[in-house]
């Protein structure tokens, strides 16, 4: 149980940090958000990752549990990814070729 | 400074990973597979069924050696746990006054049992199952050990130098932590190495670092040649439950060992026992040392108490251990992650994947990278052709010997002569066919047609299984077998996998255009 609510939190963390970047923002919200939004999303991404870290020592023990944090950042974090390519796949091949950085 | 600092690492990271980074695939793979070595060893000896009681079966285990191998000069048990049903035994015979000590490697077939939760021994096929990925990844095969941990070792120490110039060579470790662009060429190869590397790195930190803890003693040996006479000296002082006492002399039975695991177990909280060793089996003075399970705690190396093996007394218990001793524990402990319950250890395993990812998308890069720069893209220089051979090898002819491993393992025939070693013979076989098929094919149909055959060598392993054993992932689902029922959706998982990868590669377009690739030269130095 301890191990799901962790990677829920990690996964919403992550889902918090890519929607504050400008450049994700497009696929991943649908639009560009203004910079206090952005602010605020990455200022709850980080909490959220804390707060599995918190989950994870007090479910697990804090040996054991920093440990299984680690592999929840791991696993939150590729599964943003893909839900972020799967946006960027889905997205109309004139628009995908627009953006530049 | 900055730039030309950058630089240097880019450099050095590029040929510390290329120049071992074969060996590194190797090391990741097996090492990756090896945190199911014991569900691979029961899936490899499907006519072990039964999962025992762990105490009974530990009695029986000892009634069996009490029986067979009275005269020994110690006896060591595991007992079964719950990822692995049987009884492993071996016992050291006694040291005869004037004759020779046996060599200790080699051969350990007869000093050595598997049992039963009876005691009986295991009628299973011959096969080093899990084991052999296991020790595959620090010792290597057809070398002397010693010579492969050091290989190994200095593979590992490339690779922490690897992630550390790596971690320096790639600027934007946040602001392109997400992302991975598809279908750009080596922009696309280098999108998923950093990827890969970024979102496991603390597990590759981790892993490689307690990798060379593991065999520390080996690698920096002057601290103990320094300190002790010999390095003998130096283990008796560290695991002080080796020290013996005299034989008496005076025969006595053992006590019954379940009632000292109850006790050794309440003492560890619950913890379960991981060994069991009788020295001087049968003799006055005979000692009983139980060792907590590495599975119970993080720390590799359990505690242990030592009983009087006649009297059941407790006579010591592990003294509590130093600060570098607890840091070496608990390093191997993470670097193993035997203490992983399921969620962890799939977790484990998909970072080693991830890992196996990363040292398999660097070694493809290396060659993307300079495919563009190449005079004349058709006829490669010798060390381009070198590397990319050498990649299909790795990167797709390994996983096809570990599926025909284990197409081996069903289809060799049971009564065979080394059967085990031929298991393990057609693994090399089949990694060396993908290697000459390499060289003797055009590099992009190596590539499609070797993945393709470890897609399908993994696919094939299902089938085969379900052909030659009664057990299969159909017949678990009905039967709660859960263990064939993960095997097989595993190798389909590969399978897939692999099939994927060879279409992808059957579909890159391999640049020809001089104007292209100038064009391809120039995002990437603007990128």
């Known amino acids: 149980m301890t191990h799901i609510i962790a990677i829920a939190l990690c996964i919403a963390g992550f889902a918090c940090l890519c929607a504050a970047m400008v450049r994700h923002q497009p696929d991943f919200v649908g639009r560009k958000l203004d910079t206090g939004t952005s602010h605020r999303l990455r200022h709850t991404g980080f909490s959220l990752l804390l707060a599995a870290l918190a989950v994870d020592m007090i479910g697990l023990g804090a040996g054991y549990g920093a440990i299984a944090w680690c592999a929840h950042l791991t696993l939150g974090a590729g599964l943003v990814l893909f839900r972020l390519n799967r946006a960027i796949a889905r997205r109309p091949a004139k628009a995908r070729a627009a953006p530049k950085n | 400074m900055k730039d030309g600092f950058r630089q240097c690492m880019a450099w050095l990271h590029t040929w510390t990973g290329l120049l071992l980074g074969w060996l590194l695939f ?9 945190y199911f070595q014991e569900e691979i060893s029961r899936w490899m000896k499907p006519e072990v069924t039964a999962a ?15 029986r067979t191998q009275p005269d020994a000069e110690s006896w060591f048990i595991s007992p079964p746990s719950a990822r692995s049903p049987t009884v492993s035994t071996f016992w050291q015979p006694r040291k005869v006054a004037g004759e020779e000590p046996r060599k200790r490697r080699g051969r350990r077939g007869d000093t050595s049992a598997t049992l039963d939760g009876q005691g009986q021994p295991v009628t299973a096929r011959e096969t080093q199952g899990g084991f052999f990925l296991y020790r595959f990844h620090f010792d290597l095969h057809y070398m002397p050990v ?33 992302m991975l662009r598809f279908g750009k060429g080596q922009r696309s190869w280098l999108d998923a190495h950093n990827v890969t590397a970024v979102f496991a790195l603390p597990f590759y930190l981790m892993i490689t670092y307690t990798g060379l803890v593991t065999l520390a003693t ?34 006595a039975p053992l006590v ?30 005979s000692i009983i040392t139980l060792t907590r399970a590495s599975s119970g705690a993080i720390g590799s190396r359990g505690e242990s108490m030592v009983f009087s093996g006649t009297s059941g007394d407790l006579l010591e218990k592990s003294p509590v251990q130093g600060g570098a001793m607890a840091t070496q524990s608990v390093m191997i402990g993470l670097h193993a992650g035997r203490f992983a319950g399921w969620g962890l250890r799939w977790l484990y395993f998909l970072s080693g994947v991830g890992g196996t990812i990363m ?26 052709r070198v590397v990319s051979r050498m990649n299909i090898a790795a990167i797709a002819g390994l996983p096809a010997g570990i599926a025909t491993y284990f197409l081996a393992n069903r289809l060799l025939p049971l009564g065979m002569e080394a059967r085990a070693d031929w298991e393990i013979h057609s693994l090399f076989i089949a990694w060396g066919a993908t290697l000459i098929w390499a060289i003797a094919r055009p590099e992009k149909r190596a590539w499609v047609e070797s993945l393709a055959l470890a897609g399908g060598l993994f696919a094939a392993v299902p089938v085969i299984n379900a052909l030659t054993v009664p057990r299969n992932g159909i017949s678990g689902l009905l039967s709660g077998d859960w263990l064939f ?21 059957a579909r890159a377009t391999t640049v020809k255009s001089p104007r292209r690739a100038r064009a391809i030269k120039e995002e990437l130095a603007t990128a």
């Open chain 2, 26 to 34: 190797a090391i990741f793979v097996t090492g990756t597979a090896a």
């Open chain 2, 52 to 66: 025992p009681d762990r105490d009974a079966a530990t009695q029986a285990a000892i009634t069996y050696l009490n």
């Open chain 2, 359 to 384: 040292v398999g998308s660097g070694l493809v890069l290396w060659t993307v990278k300079r495919r563009v720069k190449l005079a004349d893209p058709a006829r490669p220089h010798f060390g381009f």
């Open chain 2, 146 to 178: 010693y010579w492969a941990r050091y290989l190994v070792g200095v593979a590992a120490m490339f690779m922490l130098i690897a992630i550390f110039s790596g971690i320096v060579t790639h600027k934007k470790i946040f602001a392109d932590f997400f």
């Open chain 2, 218 to 251: 080996m690698y920096m040996p002057w601290g103990i040649a320094a300190n002790y006479s010999k390095p003998d000296a130096f283990f008796e002082e560290v695991f002080p439950g080796r020290a013996e006492v005299e034989r008496s002399g005076i025969g």
């Open chain 2, 256 to 285: 019954a060992v379940t009632p000292l695991m109850e006790i050794a177990r309440r003492r560890w909280n619950g913890a379960e026992i991981g060994s069991v060793r009788v020295a001087m089996p049968g003799d006055g003075n």
């Open chain 2, 485 to 505: 029922v993960a095997f097989d959706i595993a190798m389909l998982v590969l399978a897939a996998g692999f099939g994927f990868s060879a279409r992808k590669a």
